[in-house]
């Protein structure tokens, strides 16, 4: 049995990871902002966390570290969107999903760290995005984040080196879950863009919607590399 901290786990991707660690026999800290939204559910411990207050994400974890003893694993997964043109975000928009999709998550991987290393064992899994890579239209604050957690995690990688703590970068495209639905959508700009941004989140939301080969490898990625917890010495 591991001990997980899985943030974002109140529902889509981060709720069913932790399902199926717990359907595995782990015990998973489960964090959300609002701990009512966590399913109650044996060896699940939930965890207040909003990513973006530093002093909130440091005492979650440092609370939920006291309570476990010690940590196998971070599954770092929380997240945000914003929809909306590039031109007419606002600093504090970008502000707002740099602090949420890489600062408050790079501060988990750091306090992780500096635990894991002392133990000298871990696995981080940071939940990126193909966005990083292959950017959404109209999503500029939310790809770039993502590629920008991404950068952080390929450079940690290459420091760690020879080290017992392992670190992967998982990057899913489309899965259907309720993300969308919490995605802050700016449609209204009376600009140009208004007739290219419906189609785009039309297609967005077909493609969330829709069931395909694409996904099911996708499922399996995820499934794969929380399957990984099990194979950490100890």
């Avoid at 440092?62 to 929380?78: K, M, P, Q, W």
């Avoid at 500096?114 to 990126?128: A, D, F, K, P, Y």
């Avoid at 009376?190 to 996904?215: G, H």
Wanted: proline letters at 4%; one cysteine or more; charged letters at 20%.
């Amino acid at each position: 049995m591991k001990k997980i901290f899985v943030t974002g786990a109140s529902s889509g991707i981060g709720l069913a990871i932790a399902r199926l660690l717990l359907a595995e026999g782990h015990e998973v800290w489960s964090t959300s902002r609002n701990l009512e939204r966590i399913p109650k559910m044996p060896r699940c411990h939930p965890v207040r966390l909003d990513l973006t207050d530093r002093l909130s994400v440091e005492e979650a974890f440092n609370s939920a570290l006291s309570e476990a003893g010690y940590f196998d694993v971070l599954i770092n997964n929380a997240g945000a969107g914003h929809f909306g043109p590039a031109e007419l975000l606002p600093m504090e928009t970008i502000a707002s999903q740099f602090q949420i999709l890489v600062f408050g998550q790079i501060q988990l991987m750091q306090l992780a760290l500096r635990h894991m290393q002392t133990r000298g064992e871990g696995l981080i899994i940071n939940v990126t995005s193909l966005a990083s890579r292959l950017p959404v239209p109209f999503m500029a604050a939310y790809n770039s984040a993502k590629a920008a957690l991404a950068g952080f995690t390929m450079s940690i990688q290459l420091e760690l080196g020879n080290s017992k703590v392992h670190i992967v970068d998982l990057q899913p495209a489309d899965i259907s879950t309720e993300f969308n639905k919490s995605v802050v959508l700016n449609m209204n700009t009376d600009q140009p863009y208004d007739a290219k941004m419906a189609k785009t989140w039309e297609t967005v939301e077909r493609n969330m919607k829709e069931e395909s080969p694409r996904k099911t490898q996708i499922r399996d990625s995820l499934r794969r590399s929380c399957c990984s917890v099990s194979d950490l010495s100890g």
